[in-house]
């Protein structure tokens, strides 16, 4: 049907084994189809198109066998408060993010620059970024096969450039959404300011003074940038362990090295060619899939695969498909302009 309506802008679809498939071929044809629906994704035109949304909430209710009907879904902000919808189950994530923000008196032209993330609390008081739903998901399907991880939805900022936080200030809802989300960073040490900054935004917050808040934390190092959970990297030796944040055009590595001292790497997003992410089956007690990231990288003229281990490897894809599409588009307007 895709190819139908979209042509060769479709990619092919993985050759069929019409005998007996070997472990290794099973292996290789479950791979193919991963990259198969990574590289549909790819193109907007296609996951915004009729024929693929309603091929994914059909099948994510037929999966998790739940009809529709009216329901209740609390979406969470920064601060911790939250909003009750009345939703149906087959609402997709791009109608329930429209709904919440237009309930909070955001601009319709606005709606863009937000999106919906699914947050995990942990015991210890962490908070985990756990994947960026997708336009076409169904948020409240996706909760229920998510029980067991104690998830919640929430919305965030969905831009990797934190100069486009200028277009959203004369907004008030925007403005809040973005002040709270400010404010969350700064309290769970996401954001690295000086002793000096950190003296002046307490005091900027407790005058209220929401866009010189923001204004002076654009500064900062990190801000804005989307924090990964501790993770395995085979840079620059195999099984070293990592804190990762992405943002401003970089995947910022913090390493540790098996001789227990640190390395801070910053990997430039226009110096990657590619990256895949590959599903390595479920971990020992069962729960989740392994993931792992792999990116193609120009280190001083020499291309080399790095390899991440993490189980928010499609939320990092995720960030590297949107800060190049925000560096095409920077790159298009400023051509128009000259």
Not at 72 to 83: C, E, T
Request: hydrophobic letters at 35%.
């Amino acid at each position: 049907q895709l190819r139908q309506l979209f042509g060769s802008a479709v990619p092919a679809f993985p050759p069929k084994f019409y005998l007996g498939m070997t472990k290794s071929m099973a292996e290789e044809r479950w791979s193919q189809l991963e990259q198969y629906l990574q590289n549909v994704t790819l193109d907007s035109n296609i996951t915004n198109s009729d024929v693929f949304t309603g091929f994914f909430r059909k099948l994510q209710q037929d999966t998790f066998k739940i009809q529709t009907q009216g329901a209740f879904l609390d979406v969470y902000l920064a601060d911790g408060s939250n909003i009750r919808l009345d939703i149906q189950t087959s609402d997709t994530a791009e109608r329930i993010l429209e709904v919440t923000l237009c309930k909070m008196g955001l601009s319709r032209d606005l709606i863009k620059y937000f999106s919906l993330f699914f947050f995990q609390d942990h015991e210890d008081g962490a908070l985990s970024v756990v994947k960026k739903v997708a336009e076409f998901e169904l948020p409240y399907v996706s909760l229920q096969s998510m029980k067991e991880f104690h998830c919640k939805l929430g919305i965030r900022k969905w831009y990797m450039d934190p100069s486009l936080d200028t277009l959203l200030m004369d907004c008030s809802a925007s403005l809040n959404l973005l002040y709270m989300q400010a404010i969350q960073e700064v309290k769970r040490n996401w954001v690295k300011p000086t002793e000096g900054q950190m003296q002046e935004l307490e005091f900027l917050q407790k005058n209220a003074n929401k866009a010189k808040f923001l204004e002076l934390i654009r500064e900062m190092q990190f801000y804005g940038y989307i924090q990964l959970d501790p993770c395995i990297c085979d840079y620059p030796e195999e099984g070293c362990s990592a804190d990762i944040c992405v943002g401003n055009n970089e995947i910022n590595c913090c390493i540790k090295l098996p001789t227990n001292q640190t390395k801070e790497v910053s990997f430039k997003i226009n110096r990657l060619r590619s990256w895949q992410v590959t599903s390595l089956g479920a971990t020992k007690d069962g729960e989740e899939d392994t993931l792992e990231l792999r990116f193609e990288y120009n280190d001083s003229g020499t291309w080399q695969w790095i390899t991440l281990y993490t189980k928010q490897a499609f939320l990092l894809s995720s960030c590297l498909k949107k800060t190049i599409s925000e560096q095409m588009m920077k790159a298009a307007k400023e051509g128009q302009e000259m």
